[in-house]
């Protein structure tokens, strides 16, 4: 598409700007063509209008998308131009604090004026090994890409470091150097990296200097050539320098300093060795004054000094040749304090006291006259004569600074040789890397020669740097067989030729030093006389006659001629030279004799050749830097170069700060911008097919999706651009023009836009409509509720009228009842008086009528009374006549029974008793009588009392009567006022009853909820105290608990980190053993390679650390090394050997100290194991005779189940009624009682029995305790039948009774044994049921905690959101107590079906047993009950032993260690094979008492063990085999060495084999040392298996292509693009091989359980290195991602039953930093969130995953630098490490827990595959 197209609304441009130089602006409106302004708004809301030119219709630049702003590589930008690099890399050095980006194949380093903790080694460890593109931007990455590309192209290398001053090139250069001495190592030669990091120290000291820009400005060019041999180990260094500013020596302009040896030597003048050179500070001489500015701030000139000391001792520069140095030195400092004095205008003058001068001379050795005789005159020789001429003041001090110069340049040289020397190596050389530091294009106001060489040097390499970006440019094209066009790009060849062809610059100005009377003038003239027409480079200033321009590819450069010829010349006074020849210091001498040998050597490196030395000693400065730098460039063009350009980015050293025009400056003349130029002049942007494809997939429909990406790419692209030439298709990879990613990029965001916008356009509709759904539902609501409040309105209403009618009525009721009351009380009232009137008129009329009723009264009683009494009389008459009648026939009757005598005898029976009854009852009936009659009269007395009464009360109420006359008229309103009363008095009466009674109640119910209360406070009172006292008991029980633990905890990780201390200084220790065997066989072989070198190929990592292979020793040459010891003395290096020895010895000490804690801890632990043993294991000796007593119970169940098989068969055979009854019929549960009754009574039986005879043993021992019997008892079961063998008396035997006796106390003592179990386990239940009960005290707690915090939150809520919270915390609440259930459930159900199995297994069991038992009973001989138990003997038993004959062991080892196979073995055989075969023919030798063979095979077998390893430590079978078998072995020794902590679970066979003659605890240690280091190089192999396939499959693998999302990665792709994808499944199935290699290999399950944790946390570390150093991966997908593939490793532990092991949390800051990334990251609360979360990462870790957090999508965002400030301050309290990364070398100490085999000795076989068939089993 046409690029005008581009230029719509809201499309993002940059302007030039005079202060920033481009300003970001935004169109307002849509560009056409043919516009010639453009409207614009920039980022502060100003609208401007920026005008197009007609002729050129140049826009201005557009905007790169916000999504590709602050990549690692500028390449990879749409847009490539000015602004867009230099807003790239503001973005990231200022907002990203990344100091390092790559355009290219150029790097751009930043100086960020502060240290950051990026150049550490662990960061060396993370870039080691690593291509290029798939690490962050870092001086390291080019580095290692220079050392792969050496070891894989075998091709030198170049890295070339350049920039202004103050821009880091000197720290570039000093980086590389130490990244290459840290990753490769020696060979042969001790220190060879530490001494070439050494050299930089001394030079730093000598050529650096400060300027107005820099600190630490290098004041001189240096290349170092590194060498590495075949195994690309460094072998030496050799250092090139180039034009030193000798002038700073005698002059620096303000605010600068003279180069850092002065003041370092000035600092330390107070030292005794430097009295004697007369010094004080800086300020006290000339040349270290001038700039005023002595100090530098955060530097220590005497610290340096001592560093600079150090440097010297390192490379072999004596003590003496150092003071040489230093005095002459300090000769230059006082040199530069002669004073000159003028004599006249031509002759000059010094005193012949200056004290300075005298000294100077002192320090140099030379007559003090004749130095300052030679100062202010000179030598002038012609042909006829020879004369001396006075100089003049000017001309003298002259020449005493270049005196100073040039003893200062001698100095340097001679030290850069003598470095070289020290970095020579004597082997051969086999490829190099060179780090050229190199001065960057200068221009200032003055600019002089040095500027001007400078300048030149730069041409060269800019022109070399053109060639070669556009050599890359040129076999990309051809490689991808793209259509190549040439590509114009500037070439400075024209501006080179200005200055070196014939009759150039540098031709002219040595002319023009070779004319006698030449001068800066005439040289000018003919520079403009010459050039100015010619060349186009060439310019001259109009204001001046003694300057001259050259247009360089950077800039302008203005030069002064003036002094050009001075300083080409460089020369010095001869006649001075020969006084300091002639000198008395033996060192000075030898360095003015060896200047003609240092110069021609020079100039050999120099590439001079073919000249005579005395031509030689008279070229000039301009063209010796002319040679040196044409062989620089045929060195540089004859390597493959790697190009850092560094830049300063303000002028004010502060740090992270930009200046926008100085940045500009550095990068036209650094040529970043010409390489962005040659880019875009191309095909800058590249994508693989893939990626194009995972990229812009959104842009296809389904149907244009095609099994050919290729193919489907081409459609796409065809579809999208039209025209072709902004786009080709390689082989490999899509090519575009500048801009057109920018375009795709447009095109899929507005995709992802119009996506986006229909996302939300049918959530927001969703949205919307549930809206009006909630609204509707909440109007149907509210309408609801107001008809309802309406019709309780209006059912109110109609209750209120009909109310008001119901009062109506009831208030008319009660008027007219009132009214009726009123007329009913008067009606009342009126008859009541009525009524009264008419009583009183009858009451009278009963007064006069009165007397008449009396009198009838009384007369009518009388008459009634006669009446009565007439009746009574006849009454009595009657009855009288007819008792006579009556009386009379029983009188007849009587008189005719009393004729008889029986009659007459019983009526006189007792006649006389009766008469005396009825006496006594007469008389009491007179009492009676009497009583009556006194009664009578008493009641008459009183009736006649009460008549009184009566009368006196008639007259009362007589009298009464005529008041109430007189009150009659006050009754009725009395009566109405009584009738209210007392009905008041009623209602009172009634409510005081009722009070009364809800009184009586209250009170019995008070009392009763007293009592209840005060029931419940005690029993509350008393559980309290209970629990309070049970709290109190656990409290101190928990106290001593919690100490305890922490105690133990304590001394747990005390032990952990001695047993790591000691690991490490065991691992250092064999590596100098080995170390020191190694030198002693290099020596006596006489060669200097080692046999198991450093070999690398490109896709190694790191060998910083030494190889195991190393530190494993050599079993092949130790004999030889022995005997050659004494013949090689004399050659070895004493002092190194020395060292050595020393080390040793102090590792000696530190391990057997190390060693005594460890036993006195391990003894402790033991002494208390043994206590708790002994209380567990009393009475195991004798658990043997246990078998016996269960055969016999067995042979009596036979017997049982035998009878109740009879009676079964008994009752099946009858017939008819007597038929057996059915199950569960009466009968046959009468049956099944009495057989469980006789059960139980039979086990009575049995348990008298036992006690029986246990008292009977008891008994016997007594008296037969001295008897041999008693002496005699063993408790192996194998011994019993012994007893009846023995001879012995009658008694005994009888006793015995074959045995049976001692079974009963073995009984007994079982019997004892059982009740102790119980007793055990019932503790064990009480110890299980208070735990319980703690926890659910604990849960109680929490859930009370829980219930408080929720109810403190619910009351701040109101009450609607009080519900819902509430409501949510029941169902939480209900949902935990289902899920809790359901999992009880489940367990249930898993425990019934596994109950299930086992009874359907013991009901088969059973049945067969039965069937068996049948069977046998039918054959079986019945035998006497006497015998106790069958005890079968094999024909042969084995003994577990191996025999051999002495001198085997080598074949045995040879068979058995060195030839043997792992994979059979393992695979075929019993785990450990080896190492029980080793330990029976250790046993063998122990058997037969030889302690010669157990201490050879011993050694031998670790000796062989240690020589596999060493050979094969790379193969990881082998590795884990021989560790599986050596803890095996380990195993073994201590299982069969009789002590008791480990033959505690061992069988009485088993303890049978223990060792009897030897104690070989010393070995078990020997043997746990080679363990660790055999754990270690595992832990090796398996990180070396691992590391290739960590990132790939951890951080880069996605696991749905595009769904992630991916950006444009520039010219350095990552590597994992074009290789097949590692996915964590790949890893998984690694770690499962790992896991089940080992199984097979019988290795301990704790040593496994350690070996995962150590690769988790490999796995974990090199993860989150590589996330914390790759930009492009911390995003919010690849946290996504990461989260994932953890939880993988997860699921892994989980379905190995390893989640115990501590690998999960290992993974911990992986899942923290993959959390923080898909965090938000916006307020203050999110800040907190994570200090909170990110527990298991630093701080700076923390901030810079933060920092490097860049969003994939547009949609994303970046993170502000405000909120990582806040994260700081969050954080700065935290105590932690300072360290970014993690360190993946780090081993975790490891244990070797003691784990005893159930392998039989005797069991084992030997196969024939072996071939051990000398070895004969005893």
Not at 317 to 340: C, K, P, R, T
Not at 526 to 543: G, I, S, V
Not at 772 to 778: D, F, P, Q
Not at 890 to 905: G, N, Q, T, Y
Request: one cysteine or more; aromatic letters at 8%; a neutral charge.
């Amino acid at each position: 598409m046409a690029a005008s197209e581009l230029y719509t609304k809201y499309a993002r441009v940059w302007l030039p700007d005079a202060g920033e130089v481009w300003k970001s602006a935004e169109l307002i409106k849509d560009y056409t063509p043919g516009d010639l302004k453009l409207t614009l708004q920039l980022d502060d809301g100003t609208v401007v209008e920026h005008k197009i030119d007609p002729k050129t219709n140049n826009l201005p630049p557009l905007r790169n998308p916000n999504i590709l702003v602050g990549e690692n590589d500028l390449t990879s930008l749409s847009y490539l131009h000015e602004p867009a690099v230099l807003h790239n890399l503001k973005v990231r050095f200022i907002d990203s604090k990344l100091i390092y980006t790559y355009c290219g194949i150029v790097l751009v380093a930043i100086n960020p004026y502060e240290s950051l903790p990026i150049y550490e080694a662990d960061i060396i460890n993370a870039y080691s090994g690593q291509n290029m593109g798939d690490m962050d931007p870092h001086i390291f990455a080019v580095a290692e890409e220079a050392y792969k590309q050496m070891a894989r192209d075998e091709r030198n290398q170049s890295i070339i470091v350049s920039g202004e001053s103050g821009a880091g090139k000197t720290v570039s250069a000093k980086y590389a150097m130490r990244y290459f001495a840290t990753v490769s190592c020696s060979s042969g030669e001790a220190n060879i990296e530490e001494r070439v990091l050494a050299s930089n120290p001394i030079m730093e000291a000598l050529g650096n200097a400060k300027t107005t820009r820099n600190d630490n400005s290098s004041r001189f060019g240096k290349y170092i050539e590194i060498g590495f041999d075949k195994k690309h180990c460094i072998i030496g260094a050799n250092m090139r320098t180039y034009l030193l500013e000798k002038s700073r020596v005698v002059f620096q302009t303000y605010e600068e300093r003279n180069y850092h040896i002065f003041y370092q030597l000035c600092a330390s003048s107070h030292l005794p060795e430097f009295k004697a050179f007369k010094l004080g500070c800086a300020d006290d001489f000339h040349c270290t004054n001038q700039g005023q500015s002595p100090v530098i701030d955060g530097v220590d000139d005497a610290k340096e000094m001592c560093n600079t000391r150090r440097a010297f001792s390192l490379l072999g520069i004596g003590e003496s040749d150092q003071m040489a140095i230093y005095q002459i030195l300090a000769a230059i400092l006082h040199l530069s304090n002669v004073e000159v004095k003028e004599q006249s205008a031509d002759k000059s003058s010094i005193l012949s006291d200056n004290v300075h001068l005298m000294v100077f001379c002192e320090l140099m050795g030379v007559p003090c006259e004749e130095m300052a005789h030679w100062l202010c005159h000179r030598k002038i020789q012609t042909t006829t004569e020879t004369y001396v001429k006075p100089v003049s003041k000017m001309n003298a001090v002259n020449g005493r600074d270049a005196l100073a110069k040039h003893i200062y340049a001698r100095l340097f040289s001679w030290i850069v040789g003598n470095i070289n020397n020290a970095l020579k190596s004597a082997a051969k050389q086999h490829s190099f890397i060179g780090v050229l530091d190199i001065y960057g294009f200068e221009t200032f106001e003055v600019n002089s020669f040095e500027q001007f060489c400078i300048n030149y040097a730069n041409e060269k390499l800019q022109q070399q740097f053109n060639l070669h970006v556009f050599k890359l440019e040129q076999e990309e094209y051809m490689k991808e067989e793209i259509p190549w066009t040439l590509i114009d790009f500037d070439d400075n060849q024209p501006c080179i030729d200005l200055i070196e062809a014939k009759l150039g610059v540098l031709d002219l100005l040595d002319e023009e030093c070779r004319m006698p009377k030449g001068s800066d003038d005439t040289w000018a003239q003919k520079l403009y006389n010459t050039l100015l027409k010619q060349n186009a480079h060439f310019d001259k200033p109009r204001l001046s006659n003694r300057a001259f321009i050259i247009l360089h590819f950077a800039d302008k450069v203005e030069y002064q001629c003036e002094g050009f010829l001075e300083k080409n010349k460089d020369t010095v006074n001869e006649e001075q030279i020969n006084v300091l020849k002639n000198s008395k210091v033996d060192w000075l001498l030898r360095l003015f004799e060896d200047d003609e040998k240092a110069t021609s050597s020079t100039n050999k490196r120099t590439g001079v050749t073919g000249r005579a030395s005395k031509r030689d000693t008279k070229k000039t400065v301009g063209l010796q830097f002319r040679q040196s730098l044409r062989l620089l460039m045929d060195t540089l063009n004859a390597t493959t170069p790697h190009y850092v350009r560094c830049i300063k980015p303000n002028d004010h050293k502060s740090p992270f700060i930009m200046d926008p025009v100085r940045a500009v400056q550095q990068l036209r003349a650094c040529g970043i911008l010409e390489t962005i130029r040659i880019s875009a002049a191309g095909f800058p942007s590249r994508w693989t097919y893939q990626e194009f494809f995972s990229r812009y997939r959104v842009l296809m429909k389904q149907k244009d999706v095609l099994s050919d990406r290729k193919q489907t790419c081409k459609n796409l692209m065809e579809k999208l651009i039209k025209d072709q030439d902004k786009f080709q298709f390689g082989k490999n990879k899509i090519f575009f023009r500048a801009g057109q990613v920018a375009y795709l990029e447009k095109l899929r965001s507005d995709k992802l836009r119009m996506a986006c916008v229909r996302i939300q356009k049918t959530i927001r509709c969703w949205l919307a409509r549930k809206k009006y759904l909630r609204m509707r539902e909440s109007a149907i609501t509210i309408q609801r509720h107001v008809r309802g409040h309406q019709a309780r309105c209006y059912a109110k209403f109609l209750r209120r009228t009909r109310a008001a009618v119901v009062i109506q009525a009831s208030v008319r009721m009660w008027l007219t009842r009132r009214r009726y009351q009123q007329l009913r009380s008067a009606a009342i009232a009126i008859q009541c008086f009525f009524r009264s009137y008419v009583a009183r008129k009858q009451y009278y009329k009963l007064m006069y009528e009165q007397k008449a009723v009396v009198i009838q009264k009384w007369v009518k009683r009388w008459l009634a009374r006669q009446h009565y009494r007439h009746t009574v009389a006849a009454i009595v008459l009657l009855q009288s006549c007819v008792r006579r009648m009556k009386a009379k026939k029983d009188l007849k009757k009587l008189k005719m029974e009393a004729r008889s005598v029986e009659h007459f005898k019983k009526l006189n029976f007792g006649m006389e008793n009766k008469i005396l009854q009825l006496q006594h009852k007469i008389n009491e009936q007179h009492k009676e009588n009497r009583v009556l009659s006194e009664k009578l009269n008493t009641v008459e007395k009183a009736q006649t009392a009460e008549r009184d009464k009566q009368n006196r009360e008639i007259e009362n109420l007589r009298r009464s009567e005529q008041e109430a006359r007189a009150k009659t008229v006050k009754l009725p309103s009395l009566l109405e006022q009584l009738s209210f009363l007392q009905q008041e008095l009623e209602n009172t009466r009634r409510e005081k009853e009722d009070l009364e009674e809800q009184k009586k109640v209250y009170m019995a119910e008070t009392q009763q909820v007293v009592e209840d209360l005060n029931m419940k406070n005690s029993l509350l009172s008393s559980e309290k105290d209970e629990l309070n006292k049970l709290i109190q008991e656990q409290a101190h029980q928990l106290t001593g608990i919690k100490t305890n633990d922490g105690n133990s905890k304590q001394l747990e990780k005390d032990l952990a980190e001695e047993r790591s201390r000691y690991q490490s200084l065991l691992s250092e220790h064999l590596h100098l053993e080995e170390r020191n065997r190694d030198l002693k066989e290099e020596m006596s072989v006489g060669i200097t390679s080692s046999k198991f070198g450093h070999n690398r190929t490109d896709s190694n990592y790191s060998s910083n650390s030494s190889e195991f292979s190393q530190s494993l020793g050599s079993t092949d040459g130790e004999d030889g090394s022995i005997q050659t010891e004494d013949e090689t003395e004399a050659t070895v290096d004493l002092p190194v050997l020395l060292k050595l020895q020393r080390r040793v010895k102090e590792l000696e000490q530190e391990k057997h100290a190390l060693w005594q804690q460890i036993d006195k801890k391990e003894e402790a632990q033991q002494v208390k194991a043994k206590e708790v043993e002994k209380q567990k294991t009393v009475g195991r000796a004798e658990l043997d005779l246990e078998k016996l007593k269960r055969q016999e119970l067995q042979s009596e169940n036979k017997k049982l189940k035998q009878d109740l098989n009879e009676l079964r068969k008994s009752l099946t055979n009858e017939s008819g009624e007597l038929a057996p009854p059915a199950p569960g019929s009466l009968p046959y549960n009468i049956l099944l009682e009495h057989l469980s009754s006789s059960n139980e009574e039979l086990d009575m039986r049995k348990e008298e029995v036992l006690l029986l005879r246990s008292h009977m043993v008891r008994q016997e021992a007594l008296k037969h305790k001295d008897s041999a019997l008693g002496e005699g008892v063993k408790l192996d079961l194998s011994e019993i039948p012994s007893f009846q063998d023995v001879e012995r008396s009658t008694d005994i035997h009888t006793l015995n009774e074959d045995g049976e006796l001692w079974l009963a106390y073995e009984g007994l003592k079982e019997t004892n044994r059982v009740l102790e179990c119980q007793m055990q386990e019932q503790e064990r239940v009480h110890n299980e049921e208070n735990r319980k009960l703690l926890e659910e005290v604990k849960k109680l707690k929490a859930e009370k905690e829980q219930q408080q915090k929720l109810l403190a939150q619910s009351l701040l809520l109101p009450e609607d959101a009080r519900i819902e919270a509430s409501l949510k915390h029941e169902i939480t609440q209900l949902t935990n107590e289902n899920l809790e259930l359901m999992e009880q459930q489940e367990q249930q159900e898993k425990t019934v079906r596994k109950l299930k199995k086992q009874l359907k297994v013991y009901v088969k069991k059973v049945e067969d047993f039965e069937a068996s038992a049948q069977q046998k009973n039918k054959t079986a001989v019945v035998s006497t009950p006497a015998r106790a138990a069958h005890i079968t003997r094999k024909e042969k038993e084995y003994r577990g032993m191996l025999e051999y004959r002495a001198g085997d062991e080598s074949r045995l080892l040879k068979n058995l260690v060195v030839d043997l196979k792992p994979r059979g073995v393992a695979v075929s055989f019993t785990p450990g094979l080896p190492a029980y075969i080793i330990f029976m023919c250790i046993r063998y030798a122990d058997n037969v008492n030889d302690d010669q063979r157990v201490s050879t095979l011993l050694n031998s077998t670790i000796s062989s063990i240690k020589g596999v390893i060493k050979r094969r430590g790379g193969d990881f079978e082998v590795v884990s085999f021989w560790l599986s078998n050596t803890c095996r072995l380990i195993h073994c020794l201590k299982q069969y060495s009789g002590d008791e902590a480990y033959i505690m679970n061992n069988t009485p066979k088993q303890n049978e084999h223990c060792l009897a003659n030897f104690e070989l605890s010393e070995y078990h240690q020997v043997f746990g040392d080679l363990a660790i280091q055999i754990y270690r190089q595992l832990i090796k192999c398996m990180d070396d298996m691992l590391q290739p396939l960590i990132v790939a499959s951890m951080l880069e693998h996605e696991t749905i292509q595009g769904v992630l999302g991916s950006k444009p990665t520039g010219l350095r792709k990552r590597s994992s693009s074009f290789q097949e994808a590692v996915t964590v499944e790949v890893l998984l199935q690694r770690l499962g091989l790992f896991y089940t290699t080992m199984n097979q290999h019988g290795m301990d399950l704790d040593l496994i359980k350690q070996m995962v944790k150590q690769l988790f946390y490999i796995i974990c570390a090199v993860t989150l290195n590589n996330l914390l150093l790759r930009k492009d991966m911390c995003s919010w997908s690849k946290g996504l991602q990461i989260r994932y593939n953890v939880w993988q490793l997860e699921e892994w532990l989980a379905e190995r039953e390893l989640a115990d092991c501590g690998a999960k949390e290992t993974l911990e800051p992986l899942v923290q930093a993959a959390q923080l990334l898909q965090i938000k990251k916006k307020t203050e609360a999110d800040a907190q969130a994570i200090c909170n979360m990110c527990s298991a990462l630093t701080t700076s870790q923390i901030v810079k995953v933060l920092t490097l957090y860049t969003p994939v999508i547009e949609f994303e965002e970046r993170v502000s630098t405000m909120f990582i400030t806040t994260i700081k301050g969050l954080l700065k309290d935290r105590v932690e490490s300072s360290t970014l990364m993690m360190d993946p070398k780090k081993i975790f100490s490891v244990t070797l827990p003691f784990t005893s085999s159930s392998v039989a000795l005797e069991t084992i076989q030997i196969p024939a595959s072996l071939n051990l068939g000398f070895l004969a089993r005893i």
